[in-house]
């Protein structure tokens, strides 16, 4: 009767999980993104319990710990045991920090470096191993987490847990006149499997042998509005910066836009034209920007100049030719 009576005690205090969720801010390959676990269960987490998470495979985050950090100081340690190849991180609850209460919402996050390759999101569950001072050891059994549903750069399942995207931007160039001293109209296509944020910058330079001077209204004509009409044109350099409008997504769809320059008087070859595109914070202090692109190019700013005596020279030639 004792023993069924313990066990009745037991079974009843067992704990619950009410909220279970995991996100991350930044699906980039191979940068790093902060995964962020929320927990409310529904009985006190003393101090001193384990917290289990499992499932987090395939980052590319070397060591036996990870830094553990949280709003609520005092409440988790700050250093967490690692197992890289088996994807789990054991965080402990502070020995004496009067614990976790219950029916509360408790967060703590840390770091994980993304692999070089695209990715879905992992399935993590978690595991608590209650340290109770009068009925000893109990124990939550696995939970999956809710994985947030939040989309970053496009992406329906940027927040999930290892979600790993590689971005992709392609640009093209084409020009309308080869002419030296001529007006010509440079043409871009642009494409990317992301979706640029409003206010992301995409920087072209290279675009030399321009006689167009330095101004920040060069007039921009877009197919679909994704860009701001005007852009930041710098004559030395070649340099122009576009600006993203926004409301329109940039995801899997061609952007056309368009712009006017003068050519220079000196004849050249194509020039080397380069690209750079932000991906914005994504949470960390630091802009991420992907630069050094290079576009698919069909003669950007090749010129040439007629002169009157390479005319003259040719004509004498025919005529040569003619008699002979």
Known sequence: SSSSSSSSSSSSSSPEADVMKIGQMNPVAGTTTVVTVTLSLSTDVPGGSLITLSGLTGSDTPGATLTVSSDAAGLFEGVGVWDQENGTLVVTVVEGSGGLAHDE??????????????????????????????????????????????????????????????????????????????????????????????????????????????????????????????????????????????????????????????NGPVAQGEVDATFGYELGYLGGTEMLRVDGVKPDQHGVLVIYVMSSSSSSSHSSSSSSSSSS
């Open 105 to 262: 919402s408790h967060e703590f996050s840390f770091e994980l470096k993304h692999g070089t390759e695209e990715a879905a999101g992992q399935r993590v569950t978690v595991e608590v191993a209650l340290d109770d001072p009068v009925l000893g050891w109990l124990r939550v059994d696995p939970v999956a987490l809710e994985a947030d549903a939040k989309s970053i750069l496009g992406h329906a399942n940027g927040s999930q847990p290892l979600y790993v995207l590689v971005p992709s931007v392609e640009m093209s160039i084409e020009q309308s006149n080869y002419a030296a001293s001529a007006l010509n109209t440079l043409t871009m296509q642009l494409t990317s499997n992301i979706a640029l944020e409003a206010g992301t910058k995409v920087t072209v330079a290279g675009l030399t042998g321009v006689a167009t001077e330095d101004t920040d209204e060069l007039d921009i004509f877009t197919s679909n509005g994704a860009f701001l009409q005007k852009g930041s044109w710098t004559q030395d350099g070649g340099v122009l910066v576009l600006t993203v409008a926004g409301g329109v997504s940039t995801k899997d769809v061609v952007s056309e836009l368009s712009f006017e320059v003068l």
